[in-house]
Protein backbone atom coordinates (compact mmCIF):
# COMPACT_ATOMS: atom_id res chain seq x y z
CA UNK A 1 0.00 0.00 0.00
CA UNK A 2 2.75 2.57 1.07
CA UNK A 3 4.69 1.43 -2.53
CA UNK A 4 1.25 1.72 -4.27
CA UNK A 5 0.76 5.26 -2.55
CA UNK A 6 4.62 6.74 -3.52
CA UNK A 7 4.50 5.34 -7.19
CA UNK A 8 0.94 7.50 -7.60
CA UNK A 9 2.66 10.55 -5.62
CA UNK A 10 5.49 10.18 -8.04
CA UNK A 11 3.28 9.75 -10.99
CA UNK A 12 1.39 12.95 -10.03
CA UNK A 13 4.30 14.96 -9.59
CA UNK A 14 5.68 13.84 -13.59
CA UNK A 15 2.63 14.65 -14.50
CA UNK A 16 2.28 17.91 -13.00
CA UNK A 17 5.83 18.87 -14.23
CA UNK A 18 4.86 17.53 -17.91
CA UNK A 19 1.71 19.89 -17.81
CA UNK A 20 4.52 22.93 -17.19
CA UNK A 21 6.57 22.12 -19.90
CA UNK A 22 3.93 20.79 -22.98
CA UNK A 23 5.07 22.47 -25.71
CA UNK A 24 3.14 22.74 -29.23
CA UNK A 25 4.72 22.27 -32.41
CA UNK A 26 4.92 24.37 -35.07
CA UNK A 27 2.31 22.40 -37.23
CA UNK A 28 -0.22 22.60 -34.69
CA UNK A 29 -0.15 26.17 -34.04
CA UNK A 30 -0.53 26.44 -38.29
CA UNK A 31 -3.34 24.19 -38.06
CA UNK A 32 -5.11 25.66 -36.37
CA UNK A 33 -4.97 28.90 -37.86
CA UNK A 34 -5.70 27.30 -41.33
CA UNK A 35 -8.85 25.63 -39.70
CA UNK A 36 -10.43 29.53 -39.65
CA UNK A 37 -12.27 28.50 -37.33
CA UNK A 38 -15.17 31.10 -36.00
CA UNK A 39 -13.72 34.22 -34.70
CA UNK A 40 -10.58 34.74 -36.68
CA UNK A 41 -8.85 37.91 -36.93
CA UNK A 42 -9.85 39.90 -40.02
CA UNK A 43 -7.07 39.72 -42.61
CA UNK A 44 -6.77 43.19 -43.73
CA UNK A 45 -3.54 44.90 -43.17
CA UNK A 46 -0.71 45.45 -46.07
CA UNK A 47 3.17 45.43 -45.43
CA UNK A 48 2.84 49.40 -45.43
CA UNK A 49 0.31 49.10 -42.15
CA UNK A 50 2.81 46.60 -40.31
CA UNK A 51 5.96 49.59 -41.04
CA UNK A 52 3.57 52.13 -40.30
CA UNK A 53 2.35 50.44 -36.81
CA UNK A 54 6.00 49.24 -36.00
CA UNK A 55 7.49 53.22 -36.68
CA UNK A 56 4.93 54.62 -34.75
CA UNK A 57 5.30 51.98 -31.91
CA UNK A 58 9.32 52.54 -32.13
CA UNK A 59 9.57 56.17 -32.61
CA UNK A 60 7.94 57.67 -30.23
CA UNK A 61 8.51 59.77 -26.53
CA UNK A 62 12.31 58.43 -26.84
CA UNK A 63 13.02 60.30 -30.53
CA UNK A 64 12.30 63.85 -28.16
CA UNK A 65 13.49 62.86 -24.90
CA UNK A 66 16.22 59.85 -24.97
CA UNK A 67 18.36 61.61 -27.51
CA UNK A 68 19.35 64.07 -24.96
CA UNK A 69 19.84 61.48 -21.98
CA UNK A 70 21.96 59.26 -23.85
CA UNK A 71 24.06 62.65 -25.06
CA UNK A 72 24.48 63.81 -21.67
CA UNK A 73 25.69 59.97 -21.24
CA UNK A 74 28.41 59.54 -23.85
CA UNK A 75 28.77 63.15 -25.15
CA UNK A 76 28.86 63.82 -29.14
CA UNK A 77 29.27 59.48 -29.43
CA UNK A 78 25.87 59.23 -28.57
CA UNK A 79 25.67 58.12 -32.06
CA UNK A 80 28.17 55.01 -31.46
CA UNK A 81 25.57 54.78 -28.90
CA UNK A 82 22.58 54.39 -30.89
CA UNK A 83 24.39 52.24 -33.29
CA UNK A 84 25.46 49.78 -30.53
CA UNK A 85 22.38 49.67 -29.24
CA UNK A 86 21.01 49.08 -33.49
CA UNK A 87 23.21 46.33 -33.81
CA UNK A 88 22.14 44.90 -29.97
CA UNK A 89 18.14 45.24 -31.00
CA UNK A 90 18.87 43.70 -34.74
CA UNK A 91 20.29 40.71 -32.78
CA UNK A 92 16.81 39.81 -31.28
CA UNK A 93 14.82 41.57 -34.12
CA UNK A 94 16.87 38.84 -36.83
CA UNK A 95 15.03 36.06 -34.49
CA UNK A 96 12.04 37.68 -33.98
CA UNK A 97 11.98 37.86 -38.05
CA UNK A 98 12.13 34.01 -37.64
CA UNK A 99 9.64 33.30 -35.91
CA UNK A 100 7.20 35.71 -37.83
CA UNK A 101 8.21 33.66 -40.96
CA UNK A 102 7.83 29.86 -38.73
CA UNK A 103 4.80 30.86 -36.57
CA UNK A 104 2.91 33.41 -38.17
CA UNK A 105 -0.05 33.66 -35.54
CA UNK A 106 -0.75 36.75 -33.33
CA UNK A 107 0.61 35.54 -29.81
CA UNK A 108 4.05 37.26 -30.42
CA UNK A 109 6.78 35.97 -28.50
CA UNK A 110 3.96 34.17 -26.19
CA UNK A 111 3.47 31.79 -29.13
CA UNK A 112 6.85 31.80 -30.10
CA UNK A 113 7.44 30.45 -25.95
CA UNK A 114 4.86 28.07 -26.47
CA UNK A 115 6.24 26.05 -29.22
CA UNK A 116 10.17 26.31 -27.66
CA UNK A 117 9.74 26.23 -23.73
CA UNK A 118 6.52 24.97 -22.88
CA UNK A 119 3.46 26.38 -21.35
CA UNK A 120 4.41 27.79 -18.21
CA UNK A 121 7.33 29.53 -19.63
CA UNK A 122 4.71 30.64 -22.89
CA UNK A 123 2.32 31.89 -19.37
CA UNK A 124 5.11 33.71 -18.06
CA UNK A 125 6.24 36.08 -21.29
CA UNK A 126 2.98 36.59 -21.89
CA UNK A 127 1.54 37.38 -18.97
CA UNK A 128 4.80 39.92 -18.64
CA UNK A 129 3.93 41.29 -21.83
CA UNK A 130 0.44 42.13 -21.11
CA UNK A 131 2.41 44.45 -18.37
CA UNK A 132 4.77 46.16 -20.55
CA UNK A 133 2.24 47.07 -23.02
CA UNK A 134 0.32 48.41 -20.82
CA UNK A 135 2.24 50.98 -18.66
CA UNK A 136 4.24 51.58 -22.01
CA UNK A 137 0.69 53.46 -23.75
CA UNK A 138 0.33 54.79 -19.88
CA UNK A 139 3.59 56.67 -19.60
CA UNK A 140 3.35 57.50 -22.85
CA UNK A 141 -0.39 59.04 -22.38
CA UNK A 142 1.23 60.67 -19.44
CA UNK A 143 3.77 62.51 -21.64
CA UNK A 144 0.84 63.38 -24.12
CA UNK A 145 -1.47 64.85 -21.49
CA UNK A 146 2.32 67.56 -20.50
CA UNK A 147 2.76 68.61 -23.76
CA UNK A 148 -0.57 68.85 -25.14
CA UNK A 149 -1.21 71.34 -21.90
CA UNK A 150 1.83 73.49 -22.96
CA UNK A 151 0.77 73.30 -26.36
CA UNK A 152 -2.56 74.85 -25.21
CA UNK A 153 -0.78 77.75 -23.55
CA UNK A 154 -1.01 79.24 -19.62
CA UNK A 155 -4.45 79.69 -20.08
CA UNK A 156 -5.17 75.96 -20.16
CA UNK A 157 -6.95 74.49 -17.47
CA UNK A 158 -3.67 72.85 -14.91
CA UNK A 159 -6.39 70.66 -13.37
CA UNK A 160 -6.94 68.80 -16.71
CA UNK A 161 -2.87 67.93 -16.80
CA UNK A 162 -2.26 67.36 -13.30
CA UNK A 163 -4.19 67.58 -10.38
CA UNK A 164 -2.97 66.87 -6.81
CA UNK A 165 -5.23 64.78 -4.67
CA UNK A 166 -2.65 64.42 -1.67
CA UNK A 167 -1.06 60.72 -2.08
CA UNK A 168 -0.74 61.40 -5.92
CA UNK A 169 -1.05 64.11 -8.78
CA UNK A 170 -3.76 62.61 -11.29
CA UNK A 171 -4.14 63.54 -14.80
CA UNK A 172 -7.51 63.11 -16.50
CA UNK A 173 -6.11 64.10 -19.77
CA UNK A 174 -4.44 61.37 -19.73
CA UNK A 175 -7.50 58.86 -19.26
CA UNK A 176 -9.13 60.82 -22.19
CA UNK A 177 -6.52 60.01 -24.58
CA UNK A 178 -6.24 56.06 -23.52
CA UNK A 179 -9.99 55.86 -24.17
CA UNK A 180 -10.35 57.68 -27.24
CA UNK A 181 -7.41 55.32 -28.55
CA UNK A 182 -9.63 52.73 -27.41
CA UNK A 183 -12.28 53.63 -28.95
CA UNK A 184 -10.23 53.91 -32.42
CA UNK A 185 -8.92 50.42 -32.02
CA UNK A 186 -12.72 49.37 -31.41
CA UNK A 187 -13.57 50.74 -34.98
CA UNK A 188 -11.40 48.45 -36.82
CA UNK A 189 -7.72 47.12 -37.77
CA UNK A 190 -8.43 48.68 -40.92
CA UNK A 191 -9.59 51.90 -39.57
CA UNK A 192 -7.60 52.63 -36.82
CA UNK A 193 -4.63 51.70 -39.59
CA UNK A 194 -5.17 54.25 -42.10
CA UNK A 195 -5.21 56.94 -38.91
CA UNK A 196 -2.11 55.43 -37.90
CA UNK A 197 -0.70 55.62 -41.45
CA UNK A 198 -1.52 59.55 -41.93
CA UNK A 199 0.07 60.19 -38.31
CA UNK A 200 3.05 58.68 -38.79
CA UNK A 201 3.76 60.18 -41.87
CA UNK A 202 3.07 63.75 -39.92
CA UNK A 203 5.13 62.90 -36.93
CA UNK A 204 8.23 61.31 -39.63
CA UNK A 205 8.09 64.07 -41.75
CA UNK A 206 8.58 66.31 -38.46
CA UNK A 207 11.40 64.61 -37.52
CA UNK A 208 13.10 65.16 -41.08
CA UNK A 209 12.19 68.39 -40.92
CA UNK A 210 14.11 68.75 -37.81
CA UNK A 211 17.04 66.93 -38.91
CA UNK A 212 17.31 69.17 -42.13
CA UNK A 213 16.74 72.78 -40.42
CA UNK A 214 18.92 71.56 -37.25
CA UNK A 215 21.67 70.94 -40.14
CA UNK A 216 21.84 74.28 -41.23
CA UNK A 217 22.99 75.26 -37.81
CA UNK A 218 25.20 72.63 -37.13
CA UNK A 219 28.57 73.61 -35.61
CA UNK A 220 31.28 71.16 -35.89
CA UNK A 221 33.16 72.57 -32.91
CA UNK A 222 30.79 71.10 -30.82
CA UNK A 223 31.84 67.72 -31.13
CA UNK A 224 35.24 68.31 -30.25
CA UNK A 225 34.76 70.97 -27.46
CA UNK A 226 35.80 70.08 -24.03
CA UNK A 227 33.53 70.44 -21.54
CA UNK A 228 35.21 72.66 -18.99
CA UNK A 229 34.01 76.55 -19.13
CA UNK A 230 35.34 79.44 -16.65
CA UNK A 231 31.87 80.10 -14.35
CA UNK A 232 33.53 82.73 -12.23
CA UNK A 233 34.50 85.84 -14.69
CA UNK A 234 32.08 87.94 -15.77
CA UNK A 235 32.12 87.12 -19.45
CA UNK A 236 30.84 85.18 -21.41
CA UNK A 237 33.15 82.08 -22.23
CA UNK A 238 33.10 81.04 -26.13
CA UNK A 239 30.10 79.60 -27.37
CA UNK A 240 28.43 78.87 -24.18
CA UNK A 241 25.55 80.79 -23.20
CA UNK A 242 24.67 82.87 -20.19
CA UNK A 243 21.55 81.42 -19.50
CA UNK A 244 23.41 78.29 -19.43
CA UNK A 245 26.13 79.58 -17.35
CA UNK A 246 23.98 80.95 -14.50
CA UNK A 247 21.87 77.34 -14.25
CA UNK A 248 25.27 75.90 -13.85
CA UNK A 249 26.35 78.23 -11.07
CA UNK A 250 23.13 77.61 -9.26
CA UNK A 251 23.54 74.08 -9.11
CA UNK A 252 25.95 72.50 -5.98
CA UNK A 253 29.33 71.68 -7.92
CA UNK A 254 30.09 75.46 -8.95
CA UNK A 255 31.03 75.68 -5.59
CA UNK A 256 34.02 74.44 -7.49
CA UNK A 257 34.58 78.49 -8.18
CA UNK A 258 36.35 78.52 -5.06
CA UNK A 259 39.40 76.98 -5.41
CA UNK A 260 39.38 76.88 -9.34
CA UNK A 261 38.48 78.85 -12.67
CA UNK A 262 37.55 75.67 -14.73
CA UNK A 263 34.41 74.25 -13.90
CA UNK A 264 33.53 70.99 -15.02
CA UNK A 265 30.24 70.96 -16.83
CA UNK A 266 30.40 67.50 -17.75
CA UNK A 267 28.04 64.75 -16.10
CA UNK A 268 29.37 63.59 -12.75
CA UNK A 269 29.17 59.77 -14.45
CA UNK A 270 30.91 60.87 -17.34
CA UNK A 271 34.43 58.94 -16.54
CA UNK A 272 36.12 59.90 -19.76
CA UNK A 273 38.64 62.84 -20.50
CA UNK A 274 35.83 65.23 -20.99
CA UNK A 275 36.89 66.68 -24.19
CA UNK A 276 36.77 65.19 -28.14
CA UNK A 277 34.25 63.34 -29.91
CA UNK A 278 33.98 60.77 -27.11
CA UNK A 279 34.62 62.81 -24.16
CA UNK A 280 33.43 59.86 -21.75
CA UNK A 281 35.48 56.88 -23.08
CA UNK A 282 34.25 53.45 -24.14
CA UNK A 283 32.29 53.35 -20.53
CA UNK A 284 30.27 56.52 -21.84
CA UNK A 285 29.36 54.81 -25.36
CA UNK A 286 28.10 51.62 -23.64
CA UNK A 287 26.55 53.93 -20.86
CA UNK A 288 24.81 55.57 -23.60
CA UNK A 289 23.39 52.72 -25.37
CA UNK A 290 21.76 51.14 -22.17
CA UNK A 291 20.23 54.44 -21.40
CA UNK A 292 18.58 54.65 -25.26
CA UNK A 293 18.26 50.88 -25.61
CA UNK A 294 14.16 51.43 -24.57
CA UNK A 295 13.64 54.05 -27.37
CA UNK A 296 14.52 50.82 -29.72
CA UNK A 297 11.26 48.76 -28.24
CA UNK A 298 8.46 48.33 -30.11
CA UNK A 299 9.49 46.78 -33.25
CA UNK A 300 8.51 43.29 -31.57
CA UNK A 301 4.89 44.71 -31.20
CA UNK A 302 4.92 44.06 -35.30
CA UNK A 303 4.62 40.19 -35.31
CA UNK A 304 1.27 40.57 -32.85
CA UNK A 305 -0.50 41.74 -36.65
CA UNK A 306 0.81 38.22 -37.98
CA UNK A 307 -3.26 36.82 -38.52
CA UNK A 308 -4.47 40.37 -40.15
CA UNK A 309 -2.07 40.00 -42.90
CA UNK A 310 -2.51 37.83 -46.63
CA UNK A 311 1.25 37.15 -46.33
CA UNK A 312 2.49 36.91 -43.12
CA UNK A 313 5.44 35.04 -43.40
CA UNK A 314 6.75 37.47 -45.83
CA UNK A 315 4.75 41.04 -44.34
CA UNK A 316 5.53 40.18 -40.78
CA UNK A 317 10.05 39.43 -40.98
CA UNK A 318 9.63 41.99 -43.73
CA UNK A 319 8.12 45.04 -41.07
CA UNK A 320 10.54 44.06 -38.56
CA UNK A 321 13.72 44.52 -40.11
CA UNK A 322 12.44 48.52 -42.08
CA UNK A 323 10.91 49.08 -38.90
CA UNK A 324 14.62 48.70 -37.01
CA UNK A 325 16.16 50.41 -40.13
CA UNK A 326 13.95 53.41 -40.34
CA UNK A 327 14.00 53.97 -36.55
CA UNK A 328 17.65 53.44 -36.27
CA UNK A 329 17.88 56.03 -39.29
CA UNK A 330 16.25 58.58 -37.28
CA UNK A 331 17.45 58.53 -34.03
CA UNK A 332 21.30 58.62 -35.71
CA UNK A 333 20.44 61.75 -37.84
CA UNK A 334 18.70 63.59 -34.94
CA UNK A 335 21.54 62.56 -32.16
CA UNK A 336 23.87 64.28 -34.96
CA UNK A 337 22.25 67.58 -35.08
CA UNK A 338 21.03 67.89 -31.54
CA UNK A 339 25.09 67.52 -30.34
CA UNK A 340 26.13 70.07 -33.38
CA UNK A 341 23.32 72.62 -32.40
CA UNK A 342 24.69 73.00 -28.76
CA UNK A 343 27.61 71.67 -26.88
CA UNK A 344 26.42 68.58 -25.74
CA UNK A 345 26.89 69.21 -21.28
CA UNK A 346 24.55 72.17 -21.79
CA UNK A 347 21.59 70.00 -23.24
CA UNK A 348 18.39 69.91 -21.13
CA UNK A 349 17.18 65.88 -20.66
CA UNK A 350 13.94 67.06 -20.66
CA UNK A 351 13.68 68.86 -23.72
CA UNK A 352 16.37 68.52 -25.58
CA UNK A 353 15.63 69.21 -29.33
CA UNK A 354 13.36 72.52 -27.97
CA UNK A 355 16.47 73.94 -26.05
CA UNK A 356 18.73 73.33 -28.49
CA UNK A 357 16.71 75.58 -30.85
CA UNK A 358 16.23 78.11 -28.67
CA UNK A 359 20.25 78.01 -28.28
CA UNK A 360 20.61 78.89 -31.66
CA UNK A 361 17.42 81.01 -31.91
CA UNK A 362 15.19 79.49 -33.54
CA UNK A 363 12.65 79.81 -30.73
CA UNK A 364 9.49 79.34 -33.07
CA UNK A 365 11.25 75.82 -33.78
CA UNK A 366 10.32 74.81 -30.32
CA UNK A 367 6.45 75.06 -31.47
CA UNK A 368 6.85 72.99 -33.66
CA UNK A 369 8.42 70.24 -32.02
CA UNK A 370 6.13 70.39 -29.36
CA UNK A 371 3.16 69.87 -31.99
CA UNK A 372 5.46 66.95 -33.72
CA UNK A 373 5.29 65.63 -30.27
CA UNK A 374 1.85 65.77 -29.44
CA UNK A 375 1.02 64.12 -32.83
CA UNK A 376 3.92 61.36 -32.27
CA UNK A 377 2.65 60.33 -28.82
CA UNK A 378 -0.75 60.32 -29.79
CA UNK A 379 -0.09 57.88 -32.29
CA UNK A 380 2.48 55.68 -30.01
CA UNK A 381 -0.59 55.75 -27.49
CA UNK A 382 -2.65 54.33 -29.77
CA UNK A 383 -0.13 51.89 -31.24
CA UNK A 384 0.79 50.66 -27.43
CA UNK A 385 -2.79 49.58 -26.53
CA UNK A 386 -2.77 47.82 -30.16
CA UNK A 387 -0.79 44.65 -29.02
CA UNK A 388 -1.83 43.80 -26.09
CA UNK A 389 -5.59 42.84 -27.47
CA UNK A 390 -3.65 40.17 -29.58
CA UNK A 391 -1.97 38.53 -27.19
CA UNK A 392 -4.91 38.09 -24.53
CA UNK A 393 -6.98 36.74 -27.71
CA UNK A 394 -4.34 33.88 -28.27
CA UNK A 395 -3.74 33.36 -24.66
CA UNK A 396 -7.38 32.97 -24.73
CA UNK A 397 -7.68 30.79 -27.85
CA UNK A 398 -5.44 28.84 -25.87
CA UNK A 399 -7.30 28.20 -23.01
CA UNK A 400 -5.15 30.19 -20.87
CA UNK A 401 -7.64 33.24 -20.54
CA UNK A 402 -10.91 33.55 -19.71
CA UNK A 403 -12.93 33.05 -23.08
CA UNK A 404 -14.18 36.72 -22.89
CA UNK A 405 -10.87 37.68 -24.33
CA UNK A 406 -11.04 36.02 -27.54
CA UNK A 407 -14.38 37.19 -28.48
CA UNK A 408 -14.40 39.37 -31.65
CA UNK A 409 -16.67 42.82 -32.81
CA UNK A 410 -18.87 41.64 -35.33
CA UNK A 411 -18.01 43.94 -38.17
CA UNK A 412 -14.60 44.62 -38.14
CA UNK A 413 -13.44 41.42 -35.94
CA UNK A 414 -10.67 43.05 -33.64
CA UNK A 415 -10.67 41.57 -30.11
CA UNK A 416 -13.35 43.37 -28.03
CA UNK A 417 -13.31 42.65 -24.60
CA UNK A 418 -9.45 42.54 -24.34
CA UNK A 419 -9.30 46.50 -26.53
CA UNK A 420 -11.61 47.91 -23.70
CA UNK A 421 -10.35 45.93 -21.08
CA UNK A 422 -6.14 47.11 -22.30
CA UNK A 423 -7.77 50.46 -22.87
CA UNK A 424 -9.65 51.10 -19.40
CA UNK A 425 -6.49 49.42 -17.22
CA UNK A 426 -4.14 51.89 -19.20
CA UNK A 427 -6.14 54.85 -18.81
CA UNK A 428 -6.20 54.25 -14.91
CA UNK A 429 -2.70 53.42 -14.96
CA UNK A 430 -1.95 56.74 -16.38
CA UNK A 431 -4.29 58.37 -14.18
CA UNK A 432 -3.16 57.46 -11.06
CA UNK A 433 0.45 56.80 -11.57
CA UNK A 434 3.18 59.31 -12.38
CA UNK A 435 5.21 58.91 -15.98
CA UNK A 436 8.38 58.77 -13.38
CA UNK A 437 7.64 55.77 -12.01
CA UNK A 438 5.82 54.33 -14.82
CA UNK A 439 9.77 54.52 -17.00
CA UNK A 440 11.00 52.74 -14.21
CA UNK A 441 8.74 50.00 -14.82
CA UNK A 442 9.29 49.86 -18.36
CA UNK A 443 11.22 46.94 -19.99
CA UNK A 444 11.68 43.77 -17.53
CA UNK A 445 9.17 42.29 -19.46
CA UNK A 446 10.26 42.43 -23.06
CA UNK A 447 13.71 42.09 -22.11
CA UNK A 448 12.80 38.64 -20.84
CA UNK A 449 10.60 38.35 -24.04
CA UNK A 450 13.54 39.26 -26.32
CA UNK A 451 16.01 36.85 -23.96
CA UNK A 452 12.95 33.72 -24.56
CA UNK A 453 12.69 34.42 -28.46
CA UNK A 454 16.51 34.31 -29.19
CA UNK A 455 17.41 31.32 -27.05
CA UNK A 456 14.13 29.97 -28.63
CA UNK A 457 16.01 30.09 -32.25
CA UNK A 458 18.62 27.93 -30.88
CA UNK A 459 16.21 25.51 -29.85
CA UNK A 460 14.70 25.12 -32.88
CA UNK A 461 18.04 24.87 -34.78
CA UNK A 462 19.63 22.66 -33.18
CA UNK A 463 17.13 20.60 -30.92
CA UNK A 464 16.53 17.75 -33.82
CA UNK A 465 17.89 14.73 -33.58
CA UNK A 466 20.44 13.33 -32.87
CA UNK A 467 20.57 15.97 -30.14
CA UNK A 468 18.60 15.75 -27.08
CA UNK A 469 15.98 18.42 -25.98
CA UNK A 470 17.46 18.63 -22.61
CA UNK A 471 21.21 19.02 -23.45
CA UNK A 472 20.21 21.95 -25.85
CA UNK A 473 18.08 23.20 -22.77
CA UNK A 474 20.64 22.73 -19.92
CA UNK A 475 23.48 24.35 -22.45
CA UNK A 476 21.34 27.45 -23.06
CA UNK A 477 21.08 27.54 -19.22
CA UNK A 478 23.83 27.54 -18.07
CA UNK A 479 24.87 30.38 -20.80
CA UNK A 480 22.19 32.64 -19.48
CA UNK A 481 23.27 31.63 -16.02
CA UNK A 482 27.05 32.54 -16.51
CA UNK A 483 25.74 35.63 -18.78
CA UNK A 484 24.64 36.70 -15.59
CA UNK A 485 27.55 36.30 -12.99
CA UNK A 486 29.39 38.11 -16.16
CA UNK A 487 26.70 41.19 -16.49
CA UNK A 488 27.00 41.91 -12.43
CA UNK A 489 30.68 41.79 -12.97
CA UNK A 490 30.55 43.92 -15.73
CA UNK A 491 27.92 46.61 -13.64
CA UNK A 492 30.22 46.45 -10.49
CA UNK A 493 33.44 46.50 -12.52
CA UNK A 494 35.35 49.14 -9.97
CA UNK A 495 34.10 46.61 -7.36
CA UNK A 496 35.40 42.97 -8.96
CA UNK A 497 38.65 41.56 -9.58
CA UNK A 498 39.96 41.98 -13.30
CA UNK A 499 41.04 38.37 -13.08
CA UNK A 500 37.48 37.20 -12.08
CA UNK A 501 35.75 39.03 -14.94
CA UNK A 502 38.38 37.22 -17.19
CA UNK A 503 37.51 33.78 -15.67
CA UNK A 504 33.97 34.40 -16.28
CA UNK A 505 33.84 35.65 -19.61
CA UNK A 506 35.97 32.51 -20.60
CA UNK A 507 33.36 30.14 -18.98
CA UNK A 508 30.53 32.10 -20.63
CA UNK A 509 31.93 31.69 -23.67
CA UNK A 510 32.28 27.81 -23.44
CA UNK A 511 29.15 26.86 -23.94
CA UNK A 512 28.39 29.48 -26.82
CA UNK A 513 31.67 27.51 -28.57
CA UNK A 514 29.29 24.02 -27.80
CA UNK A 515 26.35 24.82 -29.58
CA UNK A 516 27.94 26.67 -32.33
CA UNK A 517 29.53 22.90 -33.44
CA UNK A 518 26.11 21.45 -33.15
CA UNK A 519 24.75 19.64 -36.20
CA UNK A 520 21.39 22.37 -36.64
CA UNK A 521 18.33 20.74 -38.22
CA UNK A 522 17.99 22.48 -42.33
CA UNK A 523 15.63 25.45 -42.79
CA UNK A 524 13.63 26.45 -45.56
CA UNK A 525 15.04 28.52 -48.02
CA UNK A 526 11.97 30.07 -49.12
CA UNK A 527 11.19 31.50 -45.44
CA UNK A 528 13.45 33.95 -43.33
CA UNK A 529 15.69 32.74 -41.64
CA UNK A 530 18.74 34.35 -39.24
CA UNK A 531 22.16 34.17 -40.26
CA UNK A 532 25.17 32.52 -38.15
CA UNK A 533 22.97 30.73 -36.11
CA UNK A 534 24.01 30.76 -32.42
CA UNK A 535 26.19 33.84 -33.04
CA UNK A 536 23.16 36.32 -33.27
CA UNK A 537 20.39 34.67 -31.10
CA UNK A 538 23.57 34.37 -28.45
CA UNK A 539 24.72 37.94 -28.85
CA UNK A 540 20.65 38.94 -28.41
CA UNK A 541 20.78 37.00 -24.70
CA UNK A 542 23.91 38.45 -23.92
CA UNK A 543 22.86 41.78 -24.44
CA UNK A 544 19.45 41.41 -23.11
CA UNK A 545 20.58 39.55 -20.21
CA UNK A 546 22.89 42.51 -19.49
CA UNK A 547 20.46 45.19 -19.91
CA UNK A 548 18.08 43.31 -17.61
CA UNK A 549 21.15 43.43 -14.76
CA UNK A 550 21.81 46.70 -15.71
CA UNK A 551 17.64 47.84 -13.77
CA UNK A 552 16.94 48.59 -10.64
CA UNK A 553 16.39 46.26 -7.69
CA UNK A 554 13.14 47.99 -7.39
CA UNK A 555 12.34 46.43 -10.69
CA UNK A 556 13.00 43.32 -9.97
CA UNK A 557 10.69 43.25 -7.14
CA UNK A 558 7.76 44.55 -9.12
CA UNK A 559 8.61 42.15 -11.58
CA UNK A 560 8.15 39.18 -8.93
CA UNK A 561 5.00 40.96 -7.48
CA UNK A 562 3.67 40.97 -11.10
CA UNK A 563 5.08 37.16 -11.68
CA UNK A 564 3.58 35.82 -8.20
CA UNK A 565 -0.07 37.27 -9.71
CA UNK A 566 0.01 35.69 -12.50
CA UNK A 567 1.77 32.36 -11.43
CA UNK A 568 -1.65 32.23 -9.02
CA UNK A 569 -4.28 33.15 -11.69
CA UNK A 570 -2.37 30.11 -14.33
CA UNK A 571 -2.85 27.08 -11.46
CA UNK A 572 -6.14 28.78 -10.52
CA UNK A 573 -6.96 28.85 -14.37
CA UNK A 574 -5.11 28.65 -16.96
CA UNK A 575 -3.16 24.67 -16.20
CA UNK A 576 -6.72 23.58 -15.33
CA UNK A 577 -8.16 25.26 -19.22
CA UNK A 578 -5.61 24.54 -21.35
CA UNK A 579 -6.77 23.50 -24.84
CA UNK A 580 -3.04 21.94 -25.19
CA UNK A 581 -3.68 19.55 -22.01
CA UNK A 582 -7.47 18.26 -22.43
CA UNK A 583 -9.46 16.11 -25.32
CA UNK A 584 -9.90 19.76 -27.78
CA UNK A 585 -6.45 19.84 -28.77
CA UNK A 586 -5.98 15.93 -28.40
CA UNK A 587 -8.58 15.92 -31.65
CA UNK A 588 -6.94 18.46 -33.60
CA UNK A 589 -3.86 16.31 -33.69
CA UNK A 590 -6.04 13.52 -34.38
CA UNK A 591 -7.78 15.21 -37.31
CA UNK A 592 -4.22 15.67 -38.43
Known sequence: GLLCTLCSKVCHSMSFIDSLVRRKTVEHVMAEVEKNEEGALKKCLSRWDVIAYGVSSTVGAGIFVITGTGALAAGPAVVLSFLVASFCCLC???????????????????????????????WFVGWNLTLEYAISAAAVARGWSSNFANLMGSNFPDWLNTYDIGFTDVSPLSLLICLLCTGALLVGAKESATLNKIITVMNVSCILFIIILGSTQLDTAYWSQNAYVDICTNSTPGNVSRPALLALMESPRAAACNTTQRFDAAPSDCKGS???????????ILLGAVKIFFSYIGFDSVTTLAEEVPNPRRDIPFGVIVTLTIAGSLYVGTSLVLTGMQPWYLLDSNTPLSSA???VGFDWAATVITVCTVTGLSVTTLCSLFGQPRIFYRMA???????????????????LWGTIFSGIVAGLIAFFLDINILADM?????????????????????????HAPSRVLVT??????????????LRFVDEVPLPIIIVLAVFTFVPAVYLRFLKQSPVNPQLYSVPWVPIFPLLGIFFNVYLICSNTALSFYRLLVWTAIGVSLYFVYGRSHSK?????YALLNHSE
Open 442 to 466: ISMGTLLAFTTVCGGIVILRVESPP
Open 357 to 359: FNY
Open 397 to 415: KDGLLFPIFAQLTRKSQVP
Open 274 to 284: HSGFVPCGFNG
Open 580 to 584: LGNHT
Open 92 to 122: SAFCYAEFAARVPVSGSAYTFTYVCLGEFAA
Open 476 to 489: LGAFVVLTCALSFS
